[in-house]
């Protein structure tokens, strides 16, 4: 699409040393899911955005088109492809995730007296428990692990994850002003 300047050379040249794929190259489309960039006037369009791959994951790629209505502020437009991967299993050894427990109750006094004498029972229990000639540094280790995990799952609990928004509603509404103006330009003939 378009004619080929002298980057446009040296991209192909820089893609086939390293042994790249332009993925726009591959999939036939109409223009206008080629064109990448239009003028101001909306008069030229060209194709000189690309996504280039490695020639080994070339059966990945299922797809690559340009997005007109995707609004990035800009005069080009964004440009997806579809992949289709497979990936290695990743096998464990069994561990769960990392469990948080909720230290914010802590400041509470109630909260904190109560952790403090639960505690203090667990690590009373381990002592009075008879000694075993045969017990290890890892043995030792963990019951007290095991103590202080019980202890603070039943009396703190696990911290819960709140997402804060990250957008506001004034930038929202304004996001939604522009989308509108940018269907208007899209679907305006010119």
Known sequence: MGERNENGER???LCAFNKLV???????HK?????TWISPEHTTENEIDHICINKKFLRTMKDLWSRREADIASDHHLVVMNLKLKLKKNWTNGQTSLRTFNTAFLRDTDKLNKFKIALKNRFQALQDLPKEEETTMEDNWKSIKEALTSTCQKVLGLKKHYHKEWISIVTVNRIKERKNKKTAINNSRT
């Open 11 to 13: 991209f192909a040249n």
């Open 22 to 28: 332009i993925g726009g190259t591959i999939f036939p």
């Open 31 to 35: 223009r206008i899911y080629k064109a």
